[in-house]
């Protein structure tokens, strides 16, 4: 299956299917040339009047389409499978948007054969750059790996990384703005309480994070270098990293992603 418009269908179509689905669109792919499933019609009406794609059952979707986005919760990956698992046939690529879950549980449940690719991306695809980790299953080739980065690769950037990386990348990246949303709320009150009025606050706040992510991304500098050239002797800067530091933020972020790779791994046992 070399790159191109396949039709592809996103089964399951919550936040991150949904995410998938605007993102294709934006890049130029047909419309119709996608398919979504949806458990409640309210939601498949909601997704057909948002973007106009038409939405089917998942056995239609098995039939119509050439790529099976599967965005389900990791929790009902198993019902799903069983329902359309003997359906699949095994030239289809199925890529695995389920947090957690590797390639080995769709396999057992899956015609021996077909290719599956597992995908971890985040949030920020809303406005276009997400960042997506792609692994390949054990039937899945070169030119499935592309067709995933084809399809992913407007939302954002995209990165290939071995499957058993995928877990550390969910507590990186996949869950990881949320970890920069908490920081700019606590420094967005940090603020109020230094005097600052809330917008004042956060307007300073939000500039600052973009413009640190873009030189960080565009200077090439390790963030060491990057954090010294702000950090004077003596200074301001040197007295509130102390502080942090006093605080273990360091320590406190280790222990946090370590506890989300867990928490992958758990959801990869509770499913199977």
């Given at each position: ?13 919550g ?6 689905l605007s ?14 499933t ?13 973007y ?8 239609t ?11 389900v ?53 809303l ?5 997506t ?8 080739t ?9 399809m ?6 995209t990165i290939?990384?071995?499957e ?5 990348v ?19 009150d ?7 009025p ?19 991304r565009?200077?090439?500098e ?11 002797p003596?200074?301001t ?19 946090a ?10 959801l ?5």
């Amino acid at each position: 299956m070399s790159p191109g418009v396949h039709t592809v269908a996103v089964i399951g179509a919550g936040k991150i299917g949904e995410l998938m689905l605007s993102g294709l669109l934006r890049s130029g792919w047909p419309v119709d040339r996608l398919l979504a499933t949806a458990r409640r019609p309210a939601r498949a009406e909601e997704l057909t009047a948002r973007y106009g794609v038409r939405v089917v059952d998942n056995l239609t979707a098995v039939d119509e389409a050439a790529v099976l986005a599967v965005s389900v919760k990791p929790q009902d990956a198993a019902a799903l499978l069983d329902e359309i698992g003997p359906k699949v046939p095994a030239d289809k690529l199925v890529i695995s948007l389920c947090a957690g879950l590797p390639t080995s549980f769709f396999n057992r449940r899956l015609p021996e054969g077909t290719p599956v690719v597992r995908v971890m991306t985040n949030t920020p695809a809303l406005v276009d750059e997400a960042m997506t980790a792609i692994s390949a299953g054990a039937y899945a080739t070169g030119a499935h790996l592309a067709l995933a980065e084809e399809m992913f690769k407007p939302l954002g950037q995209t990165i290939r990384v071995p499957e058993s990386q995928q877990d550390a990348v969910t507590a990186l990246s996949g869950s990881g703005p949320a970890y920069f949303y908490l920081l700019v709320e606590a420094m967005i009150d940090a603020g109020i309480l230094l005097g600052l009025p809330r917008q004042v606050a956060h307007e300073l706040i939000v500039q600052t994070a973009i413009g640190s992510a873009v030189m960080l991304r565009d200077s090439g500098e390790h963030p060491v270098k990057l954090r010294e050239a702000v950090t004077s002797p003596a200074g301001t800067t040197i007295s509130a990293i102390r502080e942090l530091e006093k605080h273990g933020v360091r320590a406190a972020l280790l222990a946090a992603l370590e506890a989300a790779r867990d928490r992958a791994r758990e959801l990869a046992a509770q499913s199977d």
